[in-house]
């Protein structure tokens, strides 16, 4: 988790800094220039967030290695990152586009379906996973890929259905 709360600092910059743009944009009634950056920016994070997934991915041994010397530890730890490396879009853009969100001032209704996500869908198939059907660290990891999945595809729609 702390790989990933590290990796989730550049879509939260990004997450500011569209907030801080698109904020200015709407609040000076200049709704299209506010539409122009945020098509810019999504470019940018897509690049940046695909840039993350695959040094993550091409280095998962290299960021196991450095948590632990025991094999088994390794191996799951390896396979953790590497699941992690692929879900990471899901979290790098839903965390992105919670800045968009709340320069519109949406960030309400958002919340109630992040809550929704997380603990509707998160933690239940986190446990059915990692417990039901035995699948230990990893299945708790499909759990919150899952949610966020869930929240990227809801902030999608939150972003497309709003007046901009």
Do not use: H
Request: proline content about 2%; glycine content about 10%.
């Amino acid at each position: 988790m702390d790989v990933c709360a590290t990796l989730f600092m550049v879509p939260l910059g990004l997450q500011e800094a569209t907030c801080a743009i698109i904020g200015n944009c709407i609040g000076s009634n200049n709704v299209p220039l506010a539409k122009r950056y945020f098509k810019m920016i999504n470019y940018l994070t897509l690049a940046v967030i695909a840039t993350i997934c695959l040094a993550t991915g091409m280095g998962n041994e290299l960021i196991a290695s450095a948590f632990t010397d025991d094999e088994e530890v390794y191996r799951i730890t390896s396979n953790v990152i590497l699941f992690m490396a692929c879900y990471f879009s899901f979290d790098g853009l839903q965390g992105y586009l919670q800045g968009p969100i709340r320069a519109l001032g949406l960030q309400r209704i958002a919340s109630f379906f992040a809550i929704g996500c997380c603990y509707g869908i998160g933690i239940p198939m986190a446990c059915f996973f990692a417990l039901k059907l035995d699948m230990g660290v990893m299945g708790l990891q499909m759990g919150i890929a899952l949610a966020l999945f869930a929240q990227l595809i809801v902030y999608l729609v939150i972003l497309i259905k709003s007046d901009w």
